[in-house]
């Protein structure tokens, strides 16, 4: 019984401490999982969020088969970036100028379709709180520069830009709001007036990929028309070199309307590019 006590012990004590490699390998998996996948919300999030101060650059592109009261189709293609400048002697807070030029695609009076550059917009928002919730505004113009009457307005536009994101590594929440008014242009376009309110809801999964919804709503409060979509979608993130890639795609209905040549039917979809944040 003596002979065998000590062989007994040093098995014991293998075990033991074979156990105990095991459990530390595993917590070591789990934290390198954990991190892995806040890291890949990260991404998510920062490439999602619209008051993420890192310069960048999107392809979008709508499209709309299903018009009210028509048989035919829009599109837009949405070249869009975005510059972030830091807080100075002058200005106080962080700024984030966005300027977005869509090539659009709209039917002719006369029949078939023109498709051209539209109207530009810029705007310039202030980062004025950086809590938990992020809030942010500032001005915005629209610029007549479409290359046929049906691609734009016609008019010079300015207005307000406003920002709202509350963000976890579970969810993106928020909402992005325009308004602007014409103030000049070709004299014989009708007055333009119009608010956009975009509330946004992006849901992350693992491995970066996540939900979406983020319907533009559209009011012409010069004519009364207007529509509401609401989209649901996915996409997926992640994180190559020094830039996050984005790519989703979203349908979207719109659940309430008024007004002929609005779209019933939308399909949003593109490629956001987050560079060095």
């Not at 809801?201 to 009364?224: A, M, V």
Request: hydrophobic share 40%; net charge positive.
């Amino acid at each position: 019984m003596k002979r065998s006590t000590l062989p007994e012990a040093r098995r014991c004590k293998a075990a033991l401490v074979s156990t105990i490699a095991l459990a530390g390998a595993l917590v070591s998996m789990q934290a390198v999982a954990q991190s892995q996948a806040n890291s890949a919300a990260d991404n998510a999030n920062k490439s999602n969020n619209p008051l993420n101060l890192a310069a960048s650059f999107n392809v979008q592109n709508m499209f709309a088969p299903s018009l009210y009261g028509s048989s035919a189709v829009t599109n837009d293609l949405l070249l869009r970036g975005t510059l972030p400048l830091g807080p100075n002697g002058l200005v106080p807070v962080p700024q984030i100028l966005r300027l977005t030029a869509p090539i659009s695609t709209r039917p002719d009076p006369t029949g078939g379709y023109n498709t051209g550059l539209g109207d530009l917009n810029l705007f310039d928002i202030f980062l004025v709180s950086q809590g938990a919730t992020q809030i942010g505004i500032g001005p915005l113009v629209t610029a007549p520069t479409a290359t046929d009457p049906s691609l734009g307005t016609g008019k010079w536009q300015a207005g307000l830009a406003a920002v709202v994101v509350n963000a976890s590594r579970a969810r993106l929440l928020g909402a992005l709001v325009q308004w602007q008014h014409s103030f000049a242009g070709q004299s014989s376009r009708p007055t333009v007036q119009s608010l956009t309110a975009q509330p946004f809801g992006i849901f992350n999964l693992p491995d970066g990929w996540y939900i979406r919804s983020t319907g533009i709503w559209t009011f012409d409060l010069q004519h009364g028309a207007y529509y509401i979509p609401v989209g649901l979608g996915g996409g997926k993130a992640w994180k190559a070199g020094g830039t996050i890639y984005n790519v989703f795609v979203e349908p979207q209905y719109s659940v309430a309307h008024s007004g002929a040549g609005v779209p019933k039917w939308q399909i949003f979809a593109g490629l956001n590019m987050t560079f060095g944040k």
